[in-house]
C-alpha cells in the first residue's frame, strides 16, 4: 500500500510540474490591456528566420488612389501576378501583367527592423491570454528595380518599406502574419503595392 500511495505522490507531483511549466509557457505569451511596443532594434536573426518562412500570394493588387500612381501603369493594369525570393541579404518581387510584362523590385535587407505592436481595444474575448495585438514588422531599405518600376525605386533618395502585418499575441508565430504591403516613397513620389501571406493563418 505504500508504494502505490508513493506512486501516486509522484503522479502528482509530476502533473503539479506539468501545470505549473504550462501555466508559465502560457504566461510568457500573454498581452496586458493598452499593452503596445514601438522601437527601431537591429534585425536579429530570430526576426530574419520569421520572415524568410513567410510565403506570398500569387496576386499584387496596386492601391488606388491618384497618389499612388506617380508613374504610367496603364499597360500593367491594377491587379499583378507575384514570385517572391528570398536570400539572407535581399528580398527579389517578380511581378508580371496580364499581358505578360514584367518588372522586378529587389529590397536590399537592411540592418534594422521597425516593430509596431499594439493592443486595438475593443470588445473582442480574450480568452484569459490578454488581447490579440495589431502587428506591423517594417523592413526600409535602398533598392533596385527593372521594368516600368526602375524610374520610380532608382530616381533620387527613393526608399522601398516592406510591411507585414497580422494580429497575434507574445509569442510571435509567422502564421499571425496575414498580409504585406510594399510602399515605394520619396522625391519622385510614390506607389503602394500590396497582397495577403500564404503562410498565415486565416
Known amino acids: 500500500m505504500t508504494r502505490h500511495i508513493r506512486t501516486l505522490a509522484g503522479l502528482a507531483s509530476a502533473l503539479l510540474t506539468l501545470w505549473f511549466a504550462t501555466d508559465a509557457l502560457a504566461c510568457a505569451c500573454c498581452t496586458n490591456r493598452a499593452g503596445r511596443y514601438v522601437e527601431v532594434e537591429p534585425l536579429s536573426a530570430y ?18 488612389g491618384a497618389a499612388d500612381h506617380p508613374i504610367d501603369l496603364q499597360d500593367f493594369g491594377t491587379t499583378w501576378r507575384l514570385a517572391v525570393t528570398q536570400k539572407r541579404t535581399e528580398i527579389v518581387f517578380a511581378f508580371r501583367s496580364e499581358a505578360s510584362r514584367t518588372t522586378d ?98
Open 105 to 202: 523590385v529587389t529590397l536590399a535587407i537592411p540592418g534594422t527592423i521597425s516593430i509596431f505592436e499594439v493592443d486595438p481595444r475593443g470588445d473582442e474575448p480574450d480568452a484569459g491570454l490578454g488581447p490579440a495585438f495589431y502587428k506591423e514588422w517594417q523592413l526600409t531599405g535602398t533598392a533596385t528595380a527593372t521594368g516600368v518600376l526602375r524610374p520610380l525605386v532608382e530616381s533620387g533618395d527613393q526608399k522601398v518599406t516592406l510591411i507585414v502585418h497580422g494580429r497575434g499575441r507574445g509569442c510571435t508565430e509567422v502564421s499571425e502574419f496575414t498580409d504585406w504591403t510594399l510602399t515605394m516613397h520619396g522625391p519622385a513620389g510614390k506607389l503602394t503595392l500590396y497582397g495577403a501571406l500564404t503562410s498565415a493563418a486565416r
Open 47 to 64: 526576426r530574419l528566420d520569421k520572415i524568410e518562412q513567410m510565403t506570398f500570394a500569387e496576386e499584387a493588387f496596386v492601391a488606388q
